[in-house]
């Protein structure tokens, strides 16, 4: 399925999360790019997790605002004509929400080393 099958169908397209966190450079044992500026911050941090958050969870949206009616944490609860909603869930080879943090949110820290134990170099932004 692509992002545009069905366009007139489709509410939102969500995007799930993967965690870029800042000690994931120094993780890999690289350190800072020295041919890049250190106030560049996305484009020294390009090592993310592997693993990313459970589907639904910290995601985000585009959304067609001829539809979306109504919305609760970026994600469509009513929409137009009838208040069904139809979300697309975009193929993470498609795309994914690059999430740049010191540390995993609040919620996940208990857990925060399972996006730490595989790591990738990803330098598409």
Same mark, same amino acid.
């Given at each position: ?7 007139? +169908? ?13 000690? +994931?450079?120094? +993780?890999?044992?690289? #350190?800072?790019?020295?041919? =890049? ?7 020294? @941090? ?10 639904? !969870? ?8 001829? *539809? ?13 004509? @009838?208040? #069904? %909603?139809?979300?697309?869930?975009? !193929?993470?080879?498609? #795309?994914?929400?690059? @999430? ?11 857990? %925060? ?5 595989? =790591?990738? *170099?990803?330098?598409? =932004?």
């Amino acid at each position: 399925a692509s992002m545009t099958e069905i366009p007139e +169908m489709r509410s939102s397209w969500v995007f799930r999360n993967v965690y870029f966190l800042d000690d +994931m450079l120094d +993780m890999q044992g690289h #350190g800072n790019f020295s041919d =890049i500026p250190p106030y560049m911050h996305m484009m020294q @941090h390009v090592y993310r997790s592997y693993n990313y958050t459970n589907p639904g !969870d910290y995601i985000k949206c585009f959304h067609n605002a001829e *539809k979306v009616l109504l919305l609760h944490n970026h994600y469509p609860l009513g929409c137009l004509p @009838h208040g #069904g %909603c139809v979300a697309y869930d975009v !193929d993470l080879a498609l #795309g994914h929400l690059q @999430h740049y943090r010191t540390e995993c949110t609040p919620d996940l820290v208990p857990v %925060c080393h399972l996006y730490r134990e595989n =790591i990738v *170099k990803d330098t598409a =932004i």
